[in-house]
């Protein structure tokens, strides 16, 4: 399969501990990267393979994995984090092509 | 600290060939794939295709029949061309990095994109 499927929304209050999931066959062999991208910039990577965080990216952003399921959580989410977050990994066809998820519109109350 | 630095027209009119340029500035090109991915207004992520140092490619089937992906590993640069575009491709499109790795323990693949360019508004319009 090629697909990864994201919740389109989710909203977190200040503070809190937030999910967002990221579901595909591909995840099976594929760990799952995660990007946060604000209004009109480009997208920065924040997880990368089992649960790695670029330099700069604080230490509330963990990834996960389990079965079909990539999990990107913020724990004690801040106003900042408010942004479109979008999982990616390739597709296990075996023709090695990039799939993205649709993106998950995160919202800090 | 790698860098990405791309440029290309941003107006185009119906049934032209879109043409970007990514320099890579500050590291290595071999050993990685070169990537461009495009994101129409208000749209998530589109991979259009990759490229990497010896110019063996990989392209979205959605797109391969107008895409083409090439290198010039002597200024460390990639470009883009698609051609016949429509109104459909109107998009920020974007030069990125991508990392392919392999956990042995787990025995799962990974890659990620990393870093990204600063993006190009490309508008077909008539």
């Known amino acids: 399969s090629s697909e990864l499927t994201q919740d389109p929304a989710v909203s977190v209050a200040l503070g809190q501990t937030v999910r967002i999931t990221c579901q595909g066959d591909s995840l099976r062999s594929y760990y799952a990267s995660w990007y946060q991208q604000k209004p009109g910039q480009a997208p920065v990577l924040v997880i990368y393979g089992k649960n790695n965080r670029p330099s700069g990216i604080p230490d509330r952003f963990s990834g996960s994995s389990s079965g079909n399921t990539a999990s990107l959580t913020i724990t004690g989410a801040q106003a900042e984090d408010e942004a479109d977050y979008y999982c990616?990994?390739?597709?296990?066809?075996?023709?090695?092509?990039?799939?993205f998820g649709g993106g998950t519109k995160l919202t800090v109350l | 600290q790698v860098q990405l630095q791309q440029w290309g027209a941003g107006l185009l009119k119906p049934s032209e060939t879109l043409s970007l340029t990514c320099a890579v500035y500050?590291?290595?090109?071999?050993?990685?794939?070169w990537s461009w991915i495009r994101q129409p207004p208000g749209k998530g992520l589109e991979w259009i295709g990759e490229i990497n140092h010896s110019g063996s490619t990989n392209y979205n089937p959605s797109l391969k029949s107008r895409v083409t992906i090439s290198v010039d590993t002597s200024k460390n640069q990639f470009s883009l061309k698609l051609s016949s575009v429509t109104a459909a491709d109107t998009a920020v499109y974007y030069c990125?990095?991508?990392?392919?790795?392999?956990?042995?323990?787990?025995?799962?693949?990974?890659?990620?994109?990393?870093?990204w360019g600063q993006g190009t508004l490309v508008t077909v319009s008539s």
């Open positions: 500050g590291g290595s090109f071999s050993g990685y794939y």
């Open positions: 990125a990095r991508g990392v392919p790795d392999y956990d042995f323990w787990s025995g799962y693949f990974l890659d990620w994109f990393d870093p």
């Open positions: 990616n990994s390739r597709d296990s066809s075996g023709n090695h092509h990039v799939v």
